[in-house]
């Protein structure tokens, strides 16, 4: 193992510890919307441990599976707003 | 709106990762078919000729200049946000003083008031919450306030102005 | 280490380091919508730094870079509406800032039934 593939892996875990405590706050989050917030986050962590995967194992045919995640993220947090201004009361 | 689907064919070609000319040919025709379904989202007349061939500034080569400035700018304000972000979330001990200031806006059209509260959101302690509905008052919410009038000054006059050269 | 794969691992720490400060801030910050500060702002950063790596390690590759800059003009865009849209909801549903918010000036300018902004 390269140092280069070692740098990347203590990234992605990293990132995971990170994607860990944002869990938290989807557990806990007092509102709704800070739960969209926190939705929107592990979006963010998804869309950025499959762009390291794509470098640690030289994969970029999984790139398009960015792009679909990091949109679906959006339209999701989007639509969970949306659901929370309507279902007001 | 030439430009606008030359720009779609390209992202055809870009996503499609193959670069023969009945790649850009199918490019083109879809792109022209998803704008005339769109058009009255893109342009207030009616669909003919003329409206497509029209270009939307009189000096593009200038507007893209000026464009690719304001981007240079925001990227530049958006590092500067970062590190205020980073070191008032890993100092010890976070003494905040949030408020919601309300901003009258110049801006008459819809497109200037969405990129200045894009503007707004990714720059140093400020997010922008929501427009009135009648277009005259921008409501943000920031880290620090220690005197509103000044806040709104700073922000007319940092943001406010480079949008309007942009887009009125 | 070669030289793309080092400015690689750079760009990609420095994404990773804002993540972590983005969701160390959702955990810490006291109401909701300083926590949108945190999430809007070094979120994007962050991933704009990780998308930025990706393309740097790509570079001879034309398709992969354009796809990149294309996904970093995305995130530039959509990332700060999407703060807006929740933003909008929790004041809509009565989320009630943090102690000490002191000019609100928001308060009280909705017509909740029409949801119009005075």
Do not use: C
């Amino acid at each position: 193992m390269s140092l280069f593939q070692l740098t990347m892996t203590a990234l992605m875990a990293l990132l995971s510890l990170s994607l860990g405590v944002t869990f938290w706050r989807l557990l806990r989050g007092p509102s709704i919307p800070d739960r969209a917030v926190a939705f929107d986050m592990i979006m963010i962590h998804l869309v950025g441990l499959i762009a390291m995967f794509v470098v640690q194992f030289r994969q970029p045919i999984l790139i398009d599976a960015v792009i679909v995640v990091s949109v679906l993220g959006f339209l999701g947090t989007v639509a969970l707003a949306r659901y929370i201004e309507d279902g007001r009361n | 709106m030439l430009g606008l689907n030359l720009l779609l064919a390209l992202a055809w070609v870009m996503v499609n990762g193959s670069y023969h000319l009945a790649d850009w040919i199918v490019g083109f025709v879809f792109s022209f078919l998803v704008l005339r379904l769109s058009w009255s989202t893109f342009s207030k007349e009616p669909f003919s000729v003329r409206a497509y061939f029209r270009f939307w500034s009189r000096n593009p080569l200038r507007a893209l200049w000026r464009w690719l400035g304001f981007i240079g700018f925001g990227f530049v304000e958006i590092v500067k946000a970062n590190i205020t972000v980073a070191r008032t979330v890993l100092s010890p001990k976070m003494d905040l003083r949030p408020g919601i200031v309300a901003i009258p806006l110049d801006l008459k059209s819809d497109e200037g008031i969405t990129t200045l509260a894009n503007l707004i959101t990714l720059t140093p302690g400020t997010v922008s919450l929501d427009v009135s509905s009648d277009r005259k008052t921008l409501y943000i919410h920031a880290f620090e306030v220690r005197d509103p009038e000044e806040l709104r000054r700073a922000t007319k006059e940092a943001y406010e102005r480079r949008v309007m050269e942009l887009l009125l | 280490m070669s030289l793309v794969e080092l400015i690689t691992a750079l760009l990609m720490g420095i994404g990773v380091f804002f993540v972590i400060v983005s969701s160390i801030g959702l955990v810490r910050l006291p109401d909701l919508y300083t926590r949108v500060h945190a999430a809007g702002k070094a979120g994007t950063l962050g991933i704009i730094g990780v998308l930025l790596g990706v393309g740097s390690y790509y570079i001879t590759s034309v398709p992969i870079v354009i796809k990149m800059m294309a996904m970093i003009s995305f995130f530039f865009l959509t990332a700060p509406v999407a703060t807006h849209m929740i933003d909008r909801a929790a004041f809509l549903t009565g989320v009630k800032p943090m102690e000490g918010t002191s000019p609100n000036e928001l308060q009280g300018r909705y017509d909740y039934r029409t949801r119009r902004l005075q």
